[in-house]
C-alpha cells in the first residue's frame, strides 16, 4: 500500500481514521471543516505557481527554494502535520531536494505561533522511518483499532460510525 | 439554529426541471421555482416531469439520487449518480457475510420487525384494546424464543410471513371497517389499505436506497431477501425493521385522523385501488414529518432523526461485516 501524507498524519491523529481512510472508507459526510480546509487552501494558491506538488502519491501544498510549506486550516493536531511534513521532506530527499519544512495555520487555537519550521535531521529521520514500518504493519491487519471515544472525536466526519 | 434547507424535495406537479448555472429550477404554468442544491440529497418525481442530460450530468456531481413515479405512483426506478463511496474491500467483506453468515443477521432484522410492531401496537393495548394481547404476547414472549432456533433462511421467512400477516388481521380491531384489509395485495393492490401500504413501503424502500447510497455498502448484496431478488434488495433488509415505525405509524395517524378517507383519497378502477394526487400529498408529508422526528440517540449523544437512523443502521451492518461488532437494527424501546 502507498503511504500518502495524509495517512501519515491521520497514523498520528486517529489510528482508526487512518485504516479506514487507507482502506478507502472514506469520509462518510461532506464534513464542513473538511470543506472550509479546501476551499482556504483553493484561495490561499490562486494565481501562484509554485503551489501543490504533486511526486508519487505527496501533495506538497508550497514549495520554495528553502521550504515545503504544509498549510492547515487550524492548529488542531500540530504533531500530526509536523510528521505529514517531514514524511514530504524525507520523500523529496530521496529525489535529492533538500528542503527544511514550515507549517502555517490559518487560526491557532493551541499555540501562540501561526507557523512551525522544522528539519529531517539525525534525530528525526530515524525515527519518521520507525514510523512508517509502523503504518505499514498496521494498515495491513484486517480490522482498525477500536474506537477510542476522546474529545476529538466530536468533530469527526467517523463519529456515526465509530460511535454507533 | 435556523432550520435547514430540505435534503428531499418531492416534485408533483407536471412541468420541466433543469440547471441554470449551478442551481435547480423547475418550471410550469405557474412559473419558475428555484431549487436550492446546497443540502439537497434526494428528488421524487411524482408525476410527469422533462429532463435532459445536462441536469443528469449536474446531479451526479451534487450526488443526488433521483426516484421516479409514474402517473398511478407506482416506482418506476432510482437514477444513482456515479457511487461517490465505493470500497472494494467493503464489497468483498459485505459478500463474505452474505455467503458464511448470512442467518444471524437476517434473524435481526426478523427479530428486531416483531419487536418494533410491539413497540407500535402496545400503544392501543394500553388505550384500552385488549383484544390484541394475544398477539402482543406471541410478538413478546414465543418470537424470540423462536429465532435462535431456526436453521434456515425459509423457515424464517415463514416465520416473517406469520408475524406481518398477524399484524394485517389486528387492522380491524384499530382501524375503521371501510380500512380493513381482508389480506394484503400488491401489484397492484385491490383496496385503500394495500394502496397505502405499497406506496408507503415504496417511499420507505426508495428513502433507504438514499440513505446506503451515502455509505460504501453495495445495495444489491442482501441478508433477509434473496440477494437477487430485486436489484437493491439491501434496501429491502435495511427498511424492514422501520417499516412498522414509519410506514405503518404513518397509516393509523392519517386514517385515524380521517385525514385520508376512501371517499376522498382513492382512485378505484378496475379490480385495483390506488391513492390519487391529494391523498399522496397527505400521505408523504404525514411520512417526512414522522422520518424528519427527532429523539436522543443513547450512544451517540445526539439527536437523529429515523431517517438518520436509518442511514445508522447501514453503518451498523457495514461495522459488523468490516470489524465484527454486534448487528441489532434499530429498536423503537432503545429510544431514549
Known amino acids: 500500500m502507498r503511504i500518502t501524507g495524509t495517512i501519515v498524519n491521520y497514523y498520528i491523529h486517529c489510528k482508526r481514521q487512518c485504516w479506514l481512510f487507507a482502506h478507502k472508507m472514506n469520509f462518510e459526510d461532506d464534513s464542513e471543516d473538511v470543506r472550509t480546509g479546501r476551499i482556504l487552501h483553493e484561495i490561499r494558491s490562486e494565481g501562484r505557481n509554485n503551489t501543490e506538488i504533486q511526486i508519487e502519491g505527496i501533495k506538497v501544498d508550497k514549495m520554495t527554494e528553502e521550504y515545503v510549506v504544509e498549510l492547515k486550516k487550524s492548529d488542531a493536531d500540530v504533531e500530526a502535520t509536523k510528521w505529514q511534513t517531514l514524511y514530504y521532506l524525507y520523500i523529496l530527499k530521496q529525489k535529492g531536494l533538500d528542503r527544511k519544512g514550515r507549517l502555517e495555520f490559518i487560526e491557532r487555537n493551541k499555540q501562540n505561533h501561526r507557523t512551525v519550521e522544522l528539519e529531517l535531521d539525525k534525530r528525526t529521520e530515524p525515527e519518521l522511518i520507525r514510523l512508517l514500518d509502523d503504518i505499514e504493519v498496521y494498515l495491513q491487519q484486517d480490522k482498525p483499532v477500536p474506537a477510542i471515544y476522546a474529545k476529538k472525536c466530536e468533530r469527526c466526519a467517523y463519529y456515526a460510525y465509530c460511535y454507533i | ?336
Open chain 2, 1 to 336: 439554529m435556523a432550520k435547514s434547507a430540505p435534503t428531499t424535495r418531492y416534485i408533483r406537479t407536471p412541468g420541466t426541471l433543469g440547471r441554470e448555472d449551478n442551481s435547480l429550477t423547475f418550471r410550469n404554468e405557474k412559473g419558475i421555482t428555484h431549487i436550492p442544491i446546497n443540502s439537497l440529497k434526494e428528488l421524487y418525481l411524482l408525476n410527469e416531469i422533462s429532463l435532459n442530460s445536462k441536469l443528469f450530468t449536474f446531479l451526479s456531481m451534487a450526488n443526488i439520487t433521483v426516484h421516479f413515479f409514474d402517473y398511478y405512483g407506482q416506482f418506476r426506478g432510482t437514477f444513482y449518480p456515479k457511487e461517490a463511496r465505493v470500497s472494494g474491500k467493503v464489497m468483498l467483506l459485505q459478500a463474505k457475510a452474505c455467503l458464511e453468515n448470512r442467518l444471524p443477521i437476517a434473524v435481526a432484522f426478523v427479530g428486531a420487525i416483531a419487536a418494533n410492531i410491539h413497540e407500535v401496537l402496545y400503544h392501543y393495548f394500553k388505550h384500552g384494546n385488549k383484544e390484541i394481547k394475544p398477539y402482543l404476547d406471541w410478538l413478546k414472549k414465543e418470537v424470540p424464543d423462536l429465532l435462535p432456533k431456526i436453521k434456515k433462511v425459509p423457515t424464517l421467512l415463514s416465520l416473517e410471513g406469520e408475524i406481518w400477516r398477524r399484524f394485517y388481521e389486528t387492522f380491524q380491531l384499530i382501524l375503521p371497517e371501510d380500512f380493513v384489509m381482508n389480506h394484503r395485495v400488491k401489484r397492484p393492490p385491490d383496496n385503500p389499505i394495500n394502496a397505502l401500504v405499497s406506496f408507503g413501503n415504496t417511499i420507505l424502500y426508495t428513502k433507504t436506497i438514499s440513505q446506503i447510497y451515502h455509505t460504501h455498502l453495495d445495495q444489491t448484496i442482501s441478508f433477509l431477501h434473496e440477494p437477487s431478488d430485486r436489484r437493491f434488495s439491501l434496501s429491502l433488509d435495511l427498511s424492514e425493521a422501520f417499516k412498522p415505525l414509519i410506514v405503518f405509524r404513518t397509516i393509523f395517524e392519517v386514517v385515524n385522523n380521517r385525514r385520508i378517507q376512501v371517499s376522498k383519497h382513492f382512485d378505484k378502477k378496475y379490480n385495483y385501488c390506488l391513492l390519487n394526487e391529494p391523498g399522496r400529498d397527505v400521505f408523504i408529508t404525514a411520512m417526512e414529518e414522522r422520518l424528519q422526528q427527532v429523539f436522543d440517540h443513547g450512544t451517540m449523544k445526539r439527536k437523529i432523526s429515523y431517517l438518520t437512523a436509518i442511514k445508522y443502521d447501514a453503518y451498523k451492518l457495514k461495522k459488523h461485516v468490516v470489524e465484527g461488532t454486534p448487528f441489532t437494527p434499530f429498536l423503537e424501546k432503545d429510544r431514549r
